[in-house]
């Protein structure tokens, strides 16, 4: 079985940062790209940033500049550093990985949300 859990949502004002982490763990073989998405309410969920096994990265134009995504291969977690948040980028962020499993069965696998909100 194969899971991953989100933290480092939270509350912050206007200009502010967080650091979301979300980490796999389960029969795992290996992690081919991991992202993270945001749904805001109302909204349809959207793409934030990917990260490949190899570290190439994509963001939404929206975020570029201020979000960074990173990966740690050896510890099977993704990370999103969120800098200059503003009020638009409250959301419920999602991570989602490409997992080969042991028993070489390709997943793909969605973390349980984290809440971030943008408020003064």
């Known amino acids: 079985q194969v899971q991953l859990v989100e933290s480092g949502g939270g509350l912050v004002q206007p200009g502010g940062s967080l650091r979301l982490s979300c980490a796999a763990s389960?029969?795992?073989?290996?992690?081919?790209?991991m992202g993270w998405y945001r749904q805001a309410p109302g909204k349809q969920r959207e793409l934030v940033a990917i990260?490949?096994?190899?570290?190439?990265?994509t963001y939404a134009d929206s975020v570029k500049g201020r979000f960074t995504i990173s990966r740690d291969n050896a510890k099977n977690t993704v990370y999103l550093q969120i800098n200059s948040l503003k009020p638009e980028d409250t959301a419920v962020y999602y991570c989602?990985?490409?997992?080969?499993?042991?028993?070489?069965?390709?997943?793909?696998?969605w973390g349980q949300g984290t809440q971030v909100t943008v408020s003064s």
């Open positions: 989602r990985a490409d997992i080969r499993t042991t028993a070489w069965v390709l997943l793909v696998k």
């Open positions: 389960g029969t795992i073989s290996s992690i081919n790209d």
């Open positions: 990260i490949t096994r190899g570290g190439s990265t």
